[in-house]
């Protein structure tokens, strides 16, 4: 394995995440291969190994170019968050929408959804991944703040692992039942508490 040090290898090396990273949305975990990268990047089958220390480095780097991406998109829709008091059923669909997805159909977004949590289960066994897994995290943390704050609420670090906790459980049981419809669960499961981990700052 040898780094990227020209603009070339770079490119290569990127187009190699890049397929890792459809592979990976595509068929989860076991999709990603070295194999199945190097013909989705349309490059030799060593080039894998060319730039990469492992597979599961490869994977690391799939799973932050995933991550990143989303990341994006969220900063976005936040971006787009007024300044204003909210009640507890405007401030969780915010949450809703940003955690789980907005509402409508698309076909990808449950596969998204399996993969987000097939990643954070997988990290716990890999520390390259879990170190990629935490500094997400770290961002997305932020963002939630950020929404909180736009909506008029306060909420602590600690409390902020809660709100996810209660999101992820939500979606992770409704993803294993036979028709699924995570954002009713984890929209019903944070109106519950909402106030309790948010509360609404004293004006």
Not at 134 to 152: C, E, I, M
Not at 178 to 189: E, I
């Amino acid at each position: 394995m040898t780094t990227a040090t020209t603009p070339k290898g770079e490119r290569r090396r990127q187009a190699l995440v890049a397929a890792a990273a459809e592979l990976l949305l595509e068929g989860g975990f076991d999709a990603v291969r070295h194999r199945s990268v190097a013909t989705r990047a349309d490059l030799p089958l060593a080039s894998t190994t060319y730039y990469f220390a492992s597979l599961e480095d490869l994977i690391a780097r799939a799973v932050e170019h995933t991550g990143s991406a989303e990341l994006s998109l969220m900063r976005d829709r936040v971006a787009e968050v007024s300044h204003r008091r909210r009640g507890a059923e405007s401030t969780v669909d915010l949450i809703v929408d940003l955690l789980v997805g907005p509402e409508g159909p698309d076909p990808s977004a449950r596969e998204q959804l399996i993969v987000r949590y097939e990643r954070s289960v997988a990290s716990a066994r890999h520390p390259e991944l879990r170190d990629v897994q935490v500094r997400l995290r770290a961002q997305l943390d932020d963002l939630l703040a950020d929404v909180l704050r736009r909506s008029g609420r306060a909420c602590r670090q600690e409390q902020l692992r809660r709100l996810v906790a209660i999101v992820d459980g939500a979606v992770v049981c409704a993803l294993s039942e036979l028709d699924p419809d995570p954002r009713v669960m984890a929209r019903s499961a944070l109106l519950e508490v909402i106030d309790i981990v948010a509360p609404p700052l004293q004006r």
